[in-house]
């Protein structure tokens, strides 16, 4: 029985796949399992993996026809074997040393989730580092979710962490397999979290994240595709009244951040046709007291109350048509620093770069 099972789901990505393949292969934790899931691939991604595979007795290729990123996953989940499940996108890499401090801290702690910070780069941008946690109070230390639910704050991500197995499967903790969508570790990284009855996080970066500019592109669908991953989380906290109880306003939270930023994303013609549904939504769960307004800032509770009370100006507001609170606040991204104007004060926040650390 291996370690780590490392899953890597495949879709068409022959441009960065053997930078993945690589960073795996070489890591400095040897005893490890590659589970690589070619979604019917259609360009040279499947050759790539047999050519790898040819090389590296620990390389499994499932090949099947196209499914989607949850199907993926849970069928590289399914049949792993390691006493802990890791997760690299096939667009990314990752330093030698990731796996090898993941599984000796799990190890030492006994905790459910091991997880860390990251690198985010892209092909015109400065590589810079993602804190987890940026005020730095939750790293080094054993925290229990569901007691500390701060950590629900925290950056949303699965592929930096290490997660027990056999934790995973008591939980029956899995993707929504919905064709053709997305976010679907979202529900993943919320199933995680709050089963969990331990957790621990390093402040040490050893992911890459190839950050992709258009992403930030409309798509017509994402507005729905949330709505379908919200929807699947919601129905996995109703099978547990007490965890509802305890996480709605931690799941009414990123509901209504992940709503607004896909709905953003629609024309205007679809922004018109969807904004009913989005205040009745919100107002619907602000109605129920299932909303705590403390855990927003005063822009956002600002935002969330325009929204349920006059839609129509909000809608001005998110299509620049009313700009005052935009004056008020802002952040632009540079290269290698952003610029915070508040009240017209400019502030400037320069990003930190870290190489990996051998030990922690």
């Known amino acids: 029985m291996p370690k780590v099972s490392i899953v890597v789901p495949i879709y068409n990505v022959e441009k960065y796949l053997r930078q993945c393949l690589d960073s795996v292969v070489n890591q400095t934790l040897k005893d490890i399992e590659i589970i690589c899931v070619n979604d019917g691939s259609t360009d040279n991604s499947l050759q790539i993996l047999k050519e790898y595979a040819?090389?590296?007795?620990?390389?499994?290729?499932?090949?099947?026809?196209?499914?989607?990123?949850?199907?993926?996953?849970?069928?590289?989940?399914?049949?792993?074997?390691?006493?802990?499940?890791?997760?690299?996108?096939?667009?990314?890499?990752?330093?030698?040393?990731?796996?090898?401090?993941?599984?000796?801290?799990?190890?030492?702690?006994?905790?459910?989730?091991?997880?860390?910070?990251?690198?985010?780069?892209?092909?015109?941008?400065?590589?810079?580092?993602?804190?987890?946690?940026?005020?730095?109070?939750?790293?080094?230390?054993?925290?229990v979710p569901v007691k500390e639910k701060s950590v629900f704050h925290l950056v949303m991500n699965t592929w930096t962490g290490l997660y027990k197995r056999s934790f995973i499967n008591k939980y029956n903790i899995r993707h929504n397999e919905t064709p053709g969508a997305r976010y679907q570790d979202q529900g993943f990284w919320f199933q995680t979290i709050m089963n969990a009855k331990s957790v621990?996080?390093?402040?040490?970066?050893?992911?890459?994240y190839r950050y992709f500019s258009s992403n930030s592109t409309n798509n017509p669908n994402g507005f729905d595709w949330?709505?379908?991953?919200?929807?699947?989380?919601?129905?996995?906290?109703?099978?547990?009244?007490?965890?509802?109880?305890?996480?709605?306003?931690?799941?009414?939270?990123?509901?209504?951040?992940?709503?607004?930023?896909?709905?953003?994303?629609?024309?205007?013609?679809?922004?018109?046709?969807?904004?009913?549904?989005?205040?009745d939504t919100f107002k619907e769960i602000y109605d129920r007291h299932e909303i705590d307004m403390s855990l927003f800032s005063s822009y956002d509770q600002y935002m969330y109350k325009l929204l349920i009370s006059n839609e129509n100006k909000y809608y001005r507001m998110v299509n620049g048509k009313d700009t005052f609170m935009q004056?008020?606040?802002?952040?632009?991204n540079k290269d290698n620093h952003k610029i915070v104007r508040i009240l017209g004060l400019k502030i400037k926040i320069k990003r930190e770069i870290k190489q990996c650390q051998q030990s922690v």
């Open 327 to 332: 004056k008020l606040f802002s952040i632009k």
């Open 54 to 143: 040819e090389n590296n007795n620990n390389i499994k290729i499932i090949n099947k026809s196209n499914s989607g990123y949850g199907n993926s996953m849970n069928i590289g989940i399914d049949i792993a074997t390691g006493d802990y499940i890791g997760i690299v996108e096939p667009d990314d890499y990752i330093d030698a040393c990731m796996f090898e401090i993941l599984y000796n801290k799990a190890i030492e702690t006994g905790v459910d989730i091991v997880k860390s910070d990251f690198y985010q780069f892209s092909e015109d941008m400065v590589q810079n580092v993602v804190l987890l946690d940026s005020e730095k109070t939750h790293y080094n230390r054993i925290i």
């Open 226 to 279: 949330i709505q379908t991953e919200y929807k699947f989380i919601y129905d996995k906290l109703q099978t547990n009244q007490e965890l509802w109880n305890a996480l709605k306003y931690e799941y009414n939270y990123f509901k209504f951040f992940n709503y607004l930023f896909n709905y953003r994303k629609l024309s205007q013609k679809q922004m018109r046709q969807n904004l009913r549904f989005l205040r």
């Open 200 to 208: 621990y996080f390093l402040n040490k970066p050893f992911y890459h």
